[in-house]
């Protein structure tokens, strides 16, 4: 297979025609369909790409949809006046439908904006390429599938459709070059393993194991960006797993390293799998209570002070040291260092016996730090019962006071009842 960089000649697809595939149209969704359908009949080439023919292979439903095109940026924005150009170096157009809903159409490239030159420069013109080029520049060999809305057959330039049959996991072009020049495809190639349960190539994880380092040389914002997706996606606690196997954890967060030992790595994996049943029930919680759970092992790894102003003092300087390298806003760790702490109190006062004075419950942090500290505390199978629907504020987790019974008063004019004589 010839990569990106050292293509002696076009590469010949495998085209599956519609009769001997499974993607079908009526699973796409009507955004996209459009899309597509406006760029075809403008006499451009149109394909469905990435993640969404993936997933529609896969029997499952994506949460997006995006489209890869031969048009350019200013073409693509001329056919749909509900769009905009964006990205400075790698411009896409995004194109807006009522709801929310947006479909990003991209122009084939020849080159990931993470990818140099052999002499380690940016090429002159690493923008627009082919459909082929487009394909050897994508990450995994399953992600890189297109669906012809032309004729609806697949398109496969690097062996992703026999992969997918497979369920194997692999690196397009030589897994050592891929994750030198973006480390972050590290996490990629986790991320997906996690997500579908396949096999990661064993030269994609040995390359893993012996540059898991190379992931501090990313920009801080954007690998705290990429572990906020998989604490979100529903498989966090596969995701952690093959990140502890693999050593990228420990490369990420070199403070944790001797500081979890076995029991510190399974309470990681206890609370990643408890964000996991939520996500998968559709019910997303705020970053700030996802960080809060993440830090948790780290934190309990020694005790705690007892005194609300020393606990204060306590936990933005672990904190800080839990996240090492990884670029955390310090309003997120306010916030953080706030909900751990009110949780810790909630959890005082419930062991007590007894309910959480005025004074907390009027904070505005309350019912996240009361929802933390149900998730730490509530069996797996009931925390969906008591969490809020998807469209019910976070405060209906908050239980119900009983209202005290209010003595019955006198109406006006009634005469006082005389006491009886004995």
């Known amino acids: 297979m010839l990569s990106g960089d050292q293509e002696s000649g076009a590469p010949q697809p495998v085209i599956v025609p519609r009769p001997e595939h499974t993607l079908s149209r009526k699973d796409i969704s009507l955004e996209a369909l459009k899309v597509l359908y406006r760029l075809h009949y403008a006499g ?26 031969d048009a350019r940026p200013g073409e693509i924005r001329k056919l749909f006046r509900n769009s905009r150009i964006i990205g400075r170096r790698f411009r896409l157009v995004q194109v807006f439908f009522r709801g929310g809903r947006i479909v990003e159409v991209s122009t084939f490239r020849r080159r990931s904006e993470f ?39 697949l398109v496969d330039y690097v062996g992703g459709l026999e992969d997918l049959r497979r369920g194997y996991i692999r690196v397009i072009g030589d897994p050592a070059v891929r994750f030198a020049r973006d480390p972050v495809r590290m996490l990629r190639v986790l991320r997906h393993a996690a997500r579908t349960g396949f096999t990661i190539d064993p030269q994609a994880w040995a390359e893993i194991q012996a540059k898991g380092d190379l992931i501090r040389t990313c920009p801080p914002a954007r690998v705290r960006d990429e572990l906020l997706k ?26 944790w390293r001797g500081r979890l030992g076995a029991a510190g790595e399974a309470r990681l994996l206890e609370l990643a799998g408890r964000l996991d049943i ?62 751990v702490a009110l949780a810790a109190a909630v959890a005082h006062h419930a062991r007590q016996r007894r309910p959480c004075p005025s004074r907390l419950t009027r ?42 019974r209010r003595r019955r008063g006198r109406k006006r004019g009634e005469a006082r009842p005389e006491p009886q004589k004995s």
């Open 363 to 404: 904070l505005a942090a309350f019912p996240q730090a009361y929802l933390l500290h149900r998730l730490l505390e509530a069996p797996p199978e009931a925390l969906l019962a008591e969490l809020p629907g998807p469209e019910e504020p976070l405060e209906a987790v908050l239980p119900r006071r009983r209202r005290p």
């Open 44 to 69: 451009y080439t149109a394909y469905l790409v990435g993640g969404g023919v993936r997933d529609l292979l896969l029997g499952k439903q994506p949460k997006d949809f995006d489209v890869v095109t």
């Open 115 to 153: 990818d140099l030159t052999t002499n380690g420069e940016e090429g002159k013109n690493p923008t627009y390429g082919t459909p082929a080029e487009d394909a050897q520049r994508r990450d995994l060999t399953i992600n890189a599938l297109f669906y012809n809305i032309g004729d609806f057959s």
């Open 230 to 255: 998989d604490l979100k996606s529903g498989a966090a606690r596969p995701f952690f797993q093959l990140m502890l196997a693999s050593g990228l954890f420990y490369a990420i967060f070199p403070g």
């Open 278 to 339: 939520l996500s998968q029930a559709e019910r997303p919680l705020p970053e700030s209570l996802i960080w809060a759970l993440f830090l948790l092992p780290y934190l309990e790894a020694e005790p705690w002070p007892s005194g609300t102003q020393e606990l204060r003092e306590f936990l933005p300087a672990r904190i800080r040291e839990a996240l090492g390298g990884v670029e955390f806003p310090r309003q997120r760790q306010e916030e953080v260092v706030q909900l």
